[in-house]
């Protein structure tokens, strides 16, 4: 099993600065790339504070300026929120840029704050339509000249401009439903997944899924599955507690943002009373600590050691977590020194 790092820009007070945050997403993925991690992955979010990236290739193209060997992926882009030629083009170009190292993930997207402001009236459904129209689509303009007449998008013959380093981008698809992962395997891509805060039970449901998408299209080389979730390897058992009572705070304010229906002002979201916190029992830290990968390097190793088992071949290190920089990188670290030595 490979590792991998999930990483975002976030802001969760007034007084820091994007360009410090900049900074630290630098630094994060520089201790990926010398820690031996395989990927590093940013995704596509706009107007919140909560999760900094507009465009997640800018991040990549400075990021494979600042690394050598490290492979750089979208994790994933928006697929409702992009045409077809532009995003096979600027993909293309931000493959060059980065020597041939980009994995282009592809997601219908989330948050209904979002839909409302880039594409209003769009729903989930027909966001996951867009997407399953979109990836044909770019591996055909990634091909050559191909034109196009579908439901969403319709253009005469077209080529990307430029074309990516080698034949095609291996695209990853964010699934969930059976359905997702049956489409990802037919159309030759790999898959990422997320339980959010769901525990184990889902993490193997996931992984039925995918399988059962695998089995329905015996003909296609089985896909990459990876699997991301929110992680922190621990000093010690106080350290442990301290970082289940802040990733259960990270999870009320996406708790909070999912449901759009708190104020906003400028890009950052009105802040959760401890009350307000404490009525979230989905998200209480003893349920975190439970379904998330938190603990010393012991307890990491042998949660990832039965995600293994069940055939994921790539962990990612989800980092987000309005923890301070300090913390991250210190969790961070521990996990390249302590725990990924026991899968090499």
């Not at 190292?101 to 769009?122: K, N, S, T």
């Not at 009105?270 to 307000?276: K, M, T, V």
Request: hydrophobic share 40%.
């Amino acid at each position: 099993m490979k590792f991998s790092l999930f990483v975002h820009m976030e802001r969760y007070r007034a007084d820091q600065t994007h360009a410090e945050l900049f900074d630290e997403l630098e630094q994060l993925v520089r201790i990926a790339e010398e820690g031996g991690m395989e990927t590093a992955w940013i995704g596509e979010h706009h107007g919140m504070e909560f999760t900094i990236a507009p465009n997640p290739l800018i991040n990549i193209a400075y990021l494979a300026s600042k690394t050598s060997r490290i492979r750089l992926g979208t994790g994933t882009v928006i697929a409702p929120f992009w045409h077809p030629i532009r995003l096979a083009g600027e993909a293309a170009l931000t493959d060059i840029a980065t020597g041939g190292r980009l994995d282009l993930g592809v997601a219908r997207g989330a948050y209904a704050f979002e839909y409302e402001r880039m594409m209003p009236g769009l729903d989930a459904w027909t966001a996951g339509q867009r997407m399953r129209e979109m990836v044909p689509v770019l591996k055909k303009l990634w091909a050559g000249d191909y034109a196009h007449e579908g439901t969403f998008w319709q253009f005469p013959k077209t080529t990307s401009v430029p074309k990516p380093m080698g034949s095609e981008i291996p695209l990853w698809l964010a699934a969930r439903d059976p359905n997702s992962h049956a489409f990802a395997v037919e159309h030759g891509c790999n898959v990422q997944v997320t339980p959010l805060a769901s525990g184990d039970e889902e993490v193997q449901s996931l992984m039925d899924r995918f399988n059962a998408g695998c089995a329905q299209h015996p003909d296609v080389p089985r896909p990459q599955v990876m699997l991301l979730m929110h992680t922190y390897v621990a000093a010690d058992e106080a350290d442990t507690t301290q970082a289940d009572h802040e990733l259960s705070r990270f999870y009320c304010y996406f708790g909070a943002w999912f449901k759009n229906q708190r104020p906003i002002e400028n890009g950052l979201i009105q802040e959760l009373s401890d009350a307000e916190m404490a009525e979230m029992t989905m998200y209480a830290p003893e349920t975190v600590h439970r379904n998330l990968v938190i603990g010393q390097p012991d307890e990491v190793i042998a949660r990832l050691k039965n995600y293994e088992a069940m055939g994921y071949d790539q962990y990612s290190f989800w980092i987000d977590s309005l923890m301070p920089f300090e913390r991250k990188k210190a969790s961070l670290e521990r996990f390249i020194r302590d725990v990924m030595p026991a899968f090499s």
